[in-house]
């Protein structure tokens, strides 16, 4: 039996006629009696009364005109989600990221997402740049959006470089640098600063760390806070001066705070991560998705 001889005898159950079903499906009619007999055969039952007065279904016809109804109509369903799922319209997308530096361009990425695949179930994952890289790595995570880790070079997972984000300080509104365009690294050797911990993002605090040594100073930290927002409340209550992106400024910083760009400039990048030998087509839709966005400046445009 194959799913040609259940479309046959559906068609002759629904026209109750060989002959009107043998030109709605265009063959033989003689080919098309043989087919019914073929699975009559293989069910081992009669399914159509016939002579040439009557035509009618058998008990067992009838019941399977029914089943064979609900067998076209899921495998068109599979075949249709079959068909969604390998254009990336269907499945599940595991996406990692961290806090701030998506921000600005996050909801809005994922709402065009959503809009073009409304199929794929999305599952977000808020977590440090070190707890991301090994999501991907190990396969729980689909794809995610972090900072690059040291020594990362030779791993197996794939980079796109997003963005190069400037550090700058967060000052208080009446703090006397908050009324500068900008100011020195070297200006900063006397300044407590507030400086997100290293266990929670590594290639922030390195670069930070490597900026002031090359200014010819080791840094006065305050405090090593494990959130950017813990930063933020730190430098509101005068414990110090914080340093961050400027997609921390454009964000999420308080209205009586103030962002002041650092000069010579220093960049910390954001990076999309994953697993070149992920095929699922939702991963590769959304890489496609983000590669649209960075060709049509679309990322920072809120922002900038």
């Known amino acids: 039996m194959d799913l040609r001889h259940l479309r046959y005898f559906q068609a002759v159950a629904e026209e109750m006629s060989f002959s009107r079903a043998s030109k709605r499906l265009h063959i033989a009619q003689p080919a098309l009696s043989r087919a019914v ?11 159509i009364d016939r002579n040439r007065r009557t035509f009618a279904l058998t008990p067992a016809g009838a019941v399977l005109l029914t089943e064979t109804g609900l067998i076209l109509e899921r495998l068109e369903e599979s075949l249709r989600r079959v068909r969604r799922t390998a254009k990336g319209e269907e499945g599940e997308l595991r996406l990692g990221y961290i806090g701030p530096p998506t921000q600005p ?5 994922l709402h ?3 809009r073009r695949f409304p199929k794929v179930s999305v599952h977000l994952e808020e977590r440090t740049p070190e707890r991301v890289w090994e999501m991907v790595a190990k396969g729980r995570l689909s794809v995610a959006i972090t900072r690059p880790l040291p020594g990362q070079g030779g791993s197996s997972l794939s ?8 550090l700058g300080i967060v000052v208080p509104a009446d703090h006397p640098l908050a009324e500068k365009k900008s100011v020195t690294w070297k200006s900063l050797a006397q300044e407590p600063l507030i400086v997100l911990a290293r266990r929670e993002g590594v290639g922030l605090h390195d670069e930070i760390l490597s900026a002031c040594r090359t200014a010819g100073f080791t840094p006065r930290i305050a405090y090593n806070p494990s959130l950017m927002g813990t930063v933020l409340s730190y430098v509101e209550s ?4 914080g340093i961050a992106t400027d997609s921390v400024a454009a964000t999420s910083m ?3 705070l103030r962002y002041v760009s650092v000069t010579p400039e220093r960049t910390v990048p954001l990076v999309m991560v994953w697993n070149p030998e992920d095929l699922s087509p939702p991963v590769k839709a959304f890489r496609d998705l983000m590669n649209e966005w960075l060709t049509q400046d679309k990322l920072w445009a809120a922002k900038e």
């Not at 361009?105 to 990425?109: E, I, K, P, S, W």
């Open 37 to 47: 007999q073929e699975l009559e055969r293989d069910i081992g039952t009669r399914l």
């Open 105 to 109: 361009f996050l909801g809005r990425l």
């Open 112 to 114: 065009d997402y959503r």
């Open 159 to 166: 980079t796109l470089l997003l963005r190069n984000e400037p």
């Open 238 to 241: 005068g414990a110090g001066l």
């Open 254 to 256: 308080p209205a009586g």
